[in-house]
């Protein structure tokens, strides 16, 4: 037993803590590990965020860039049709500068061949009075006046022509210049559009890239954790059964001591053990601290079993043997339980327990009869029954248990065989 029980204790210091600390380091890393997909996940937003913004700018810019363009086209085809009246204007006027210009070579061909001055002063001279004189001067002066008004309106007009003309095409160049620019500047826009765009598509695959690696993290720090308790449990029960198994080694020892004390300080003979009411019988001899119940032989010993037995463990030894071979008390004491019909010990059929001094119980199960009550004392080697098959039984035998307490149950039983000598 103490042997079992340091074997747990050293089980549980060497390997329990440490598995429970690597755990729940590991879940700080994974904690770790989440944090850092957190602030990436942060910062990536921010990122979106910024970028999502200048995407706002840039498509603004786009579509003020676009009525810009759609304006120009507007004034463009505006100049155009000016450019077209224009050039009807100047048609017309084309065609009234080159009448006046047949005109002024008539004119100047008159004056040629009639030699002009001479022509004026003869007309003046033919005049019969004084105020027809006055009349041919007036008309002469009226006919030099009109034919340099006539001059000089065809300058004005020639230079007026070339004037719109200039000014038509200055503008329309200008014009072409400015939808050039706008054009190459759309096309930069754009550009920076799809770039944008391509960034805001690229951040949003690593945030859910990030957000996968966060969600996977978590799921493996709820497995750590999971791991971490399921190992606390294992080690509570460790512990308990640690503390159990050294309770009862202590209750044993203390048992041991006490019978050893007294076989020490008995100077009297212990008395005959009890006639066998089955035809008799001699006590086992024993070299334990407590007696063998039976002179039958070992069967099935301490510890796990499969079969009748809770939880698969056999919580005593079972001796086989024919119907009717005897059995002893292991030890001095008062019979608490005497029972005949399977209860309160279920299953074990006609059973005893016998309370002893040092703290303990023993069972005796699956009698064929019995011979004591409760209340009765007895001494150690007495007769208190015979082997049966009485209970839930394979065949008949003695099912003996040693106990720290009367209801026994795992955690409260011992391993006889020790303490019996075996």
Do not use: C
């Amino acid at each position: 037993m103490t042997k079992k029980v340091i074997q747990t204790a050293l089980l549980i210091a060497l390997f329990a803590t440490p598995i429970v600390t690597t755990t729940t380091v590991f879940a700080e890393d994974f904690d770790t590990k989440i944090q850092e997909q957190d602030k990436k996940i942060n910062e990536l937003k921010n990122e979106s965020q910024n970028t999502k913004t200048d995407l706002e700018k840039i498509t603004t810019n786009v579509t003020q860039n676009e009525e810009k363009s759609k304006q120009i086209l507007v004034d463009m085809q505006a100049t155009q049709n000016k450019m077209d009246t224009l050039q009807q204007e100047n048609q017309e006027l084309t065609v009234k500068i080159d009448q006046r210009e047949d005109q002024l070579e008539k004119q100047a061909r008159v004056v040629q061949v009639n030699g002009d001055t001479q022509n004026y002063i003869d007309f003046v001279l033919e005049a019969k009075s004084m105020s027809d004189i006055i009349g041919r001067v007036d008309v002469v002066a009226q006919m030099v006046s009109a034919n340099r008004a006539m001059v000089k309106q065809q300058a004005d007009d020639k230079a007026q022509v070339v004037k719109q003309e200039k000014e038509v095409a200055k503008k329309s160049d200008e014009q072409k210049v400015l939808a050039a620019d706008l054009a190459k500047t759309q096309e930069k826009l754009q550009t920076q559009k799809l770039e944008k765009e391509s960034i805001v598509a690229q951040i949003a695959a690593d945030t859910a890239t990030a957000e996968g690696d966060k969600n996977k993290f978590l799921a493996q720090k709820a497995a750590a954790e999971k791991e971490a308790e399921d190992l606390r449990i294992a080690k509570v029960a460790a512990d308990k059964k640690a503390s159990e198994d050294a309770e009862a080694a202590r209750v044993v020892q203390l048992a041991n001591a006490k019978a050893a004390e007294a076989a020490k300080n008995t100077t009297v003979a212990a008395a005959p053990p009890a006639e066998n009411p089955q035809g008799g019988g001699t006590p086992p001899v024993s070299t334990g601290a407590y007696g063998r119940p039976t002179n039958a032989p070992v069967s099935s010993s301490y510890g796990p079993r499969s079969g009748y037995d809770a939880n698969g463990f056999h919580k005593g030894i079972d001796f086989g043997g024919a119907v009717g071979t005897p059995i002893y008390a292991s030890m001095s004491g008062r019979v608490v339980i005497a029972q005949y019909d399977g209860m309160p010990v279920s299953g074990y059929g006609i059973a005893t327990v016998i309370q002893h001094d040092n703290g303990t119980w023993t069972l005796y199960a699956h009698q064929s009869s019995q011979s004591v009550k409760v209340g009765d004392v007895v001494t150690k080697g007495q007769q208190i029954g015979a082997i049966g098959a009485t209970g839930q039984v394979d065949g008949a035998h003695l099912h003996f248990e040693i106990r720290t307490a009367q209801d026994g149950g795992m955690g409260n039983v011992v391993d006889p065989a020790p303490l019996l000598g075996l």
